[in-house]
T-cell receptor, first 113, second 115 residues
Framework: AQSVTQLDSQVPVFEEAPVELRCNYSSSVSVYLFWYVQYPNQGLQLLLKYLSGSTLVKGINGFEAEFNKSQTSFHLRKPSVHISDTAEYFCAVTAGGSYIPTFGRGTSLIVHP | NAGVTQTPKFQVLKTGQSMTLQCAQDMNHNSMYWYRQDPGMGLRLIYYSASEGTTDKGEVPNGYNVSRLNKREFSLRLESAAPSQTSVYFC??????????????FGNGTRLTVT
């Protein structure tokens, strides 16, 4: 069975600073990896996904993530955050042919002016 | 394109009351899901439906029932609500087992309080 660990429950950062949200997964088989974003009082929406190929994946709103198979990680990065990036971010993985994702517990990104 | 629509948006119940949360998707997706979201717990899968006519238990099914009415609709029923079921409930859909790399599409949630 797969599991997902988001190492930080909350990440405070100042506007225009870079940010990295960490995600590690455990699975012994090939995986598909996803990052979702949840703005206040809304549902989750897809930010980006890794299916295969290039390990650097670009998503919406200037976010990108890098798949590192040896470290079983899929960290999310943005070089310069905005106030509007304040949200909850969830990492998810599907593995072994299962189509049902396992979600991490989420990281709350708080961007201060 | 509405995507995934959930009703109601908010609900307050007294302990022991019953209610049904409705969900519909217009993306012709095969699979549908019900999750609950609680602070610090992330998303936990309650039930899912791989395809029309099938339903299966997820991680936290106790106290809930589901119905996959047709391909579009997947409802969640609380027969006798308890305060522990106070949560935000999300419905989601995906292409499912034919496309295991397809992402989930979520509704905007139902905020349920049980007093």
């Amino acid at each position: 069975a797969q599991s997902v660990t988001q190492l930080d429950s909350q990440v405070p950062v100042f506007e225009e600073a870079p940010v990295e949200l960490r995600c590690n997964y455990s699975s012994s088989v090939s995986v598909y990896l996803f990052w979702y974003v949840q703005y206040p009082n809304q549902g989750l929406q897809l930010l980006l996904k890794y299916l295969s190929g290039s390990t650097l994946v670009k998503g919406i709103n200037g976010f990108e993530a890098e798949f590192n198979k040896s470290q079983t990680s899929f960290h999310l990065r943005k070089p310069s955050v905005h106030i509007s990036d304040t949200a909850e971010y969830f990492c998810a993985v599907t593995a072994g042919g299962s189509y049902i994702p396992t979600f991490g517990r989420g990281t709350s990104l708080i961007v201060h002016p | 394109n509405a995507g995934v629509t959930q009703t109601p948006k908010f609900q307050v119940l007294k302990t022991g009351q019953s209610m049904t949360l409705q969900c519909a998707q217009d993306m012709n997706h095969n699979s549908m899901y019900w999750y609950r979201q609680d602070p610090g717990m992330g998303l936990r899968l309650i039930y899912y439906s791989a395809s029309e006519g099938t339903t299966d238990k997820g991680e936290v099914p106790n106290g809930y029932n589901v119905s996959r009415l047709n391909k579009r609709e997947f409802s969640l029923r609380l027969e006798s609500a308890a305060p522990s079921q106070t949560s935000v409930y999300f419905c989601a859909s995906s292409e499912g087992r034919d496309r295991s790399n397809s992402p989930l599409h979520f509704g905007n949630g139902t905020r349920l309080t049980v007093t």
